[in-house]
């Protein structure tokens, strides 16, 4: 199954709040997992990103948490601003003979003031 | 180091007319990849090209083509457009196959 399950559609929190977004998966040939931001009009833009041999990665605000057993990742943002409010993509990196990259279907996350 | 491009970035046609997308990878990019996004279905993946060849492809109709070019920059084609291919078309690049994707704007076409 080449699917990538993201959950929640759409997600309010309070500015300063914990904003977290979940992906699940079947398929062990993923084997790379970014996230990836959008705003309004724009293309999305590469956020963060995990391989499966690290069970967390930090960047600033943003931490993936990756769990191999469960087949689940997630992306929690800490102290969530307004500017913060976009459409959040996860993605799985297929390989498997071949490349190719599968998405979510995208949360949209409002942060309010 | 200029970011993927892509033209036009709007653009309205009719059903049945045919439309060519450019994009214009990241500067040493090799493998660019197509995708539609509508609010309905998110990112669908319709190819990706590397090295002037079509390495991969969704599952989407031939009315569905692109090409590569030996700078690397893409194009895409849609003929005989349909109502349902009204959407955002995005580009991404990468330096080689399988590596993390960059996005462009994307074109949003309006098929009338």
């Known amino acids: 199954q080449q699917q990538v399950k993201q959950s929640p559609q759409s997600l309010i929190v309070q500015k300063g709040g914990i904003s977290i977004i979940n992906c699940a998966y079947e398929n062990t040939a993923f084997d790379y997992f970014p996230w990836y931001q959008q705003f309004p009009g724009k293309g999305p833009a590469l956020l963060i990103a995990?391989?499966?041999?690290?069970s967390e990665k930090k960047e600033g605000r943003f931490t993936i948490s990756f769990n191999k057993s469960a087949k689940q990742f997630s992306l929690h943002i800490m102290d969530s601003q307004p500017g913060d409010s976009a459409t959040y993509f996860c993605?799985?990196?297929?390989?498997?003979?071949?490349?190719?990259?599968?998405f979510g279907t995208g949360t949209r996350l409002k942060v309010l003031a | 180091k200029a970011g993927v491009t892509q033209t036009p970035r709007y653009l309205i046609k009719t059903r049945g007319q045919q439309v060519t997308l450019s994009c214009s990878p990241i500067s040493g990019h090799r493998s660019v990849s197509w995708y539609q996004q509508t609010p309905g279905q998110g990112l669908q993946f319709l190819f990706e090209y590397f090295s002037e060849t079509q390495r991969n492809k969704g599952n989407f109709p031939g009315r569905f083509s692109g090409r590569q070019f030996s700078n690397s920059r893409s194009e895409m084609n849609v003929s005989t457009l349909e109502l349902g291919d009204s959407a955002l078309y995005l580009c991404?690049?990468?330096?080689?196959?399988?590596?993390?994707?960059?996005f462009g704007p994307g074109t949003r076409l309006l098929v009338l």
């Open positions: 991404a690049s990468s330096p080689g196959r399988g590596e993390t994707q960059y």
């Open positions: 993605a799985a990196r297929f390989t498997s003979g071949t490349y190719k990259y599968i």
């Open positions: 995990i391989r499966p041999d690290v």
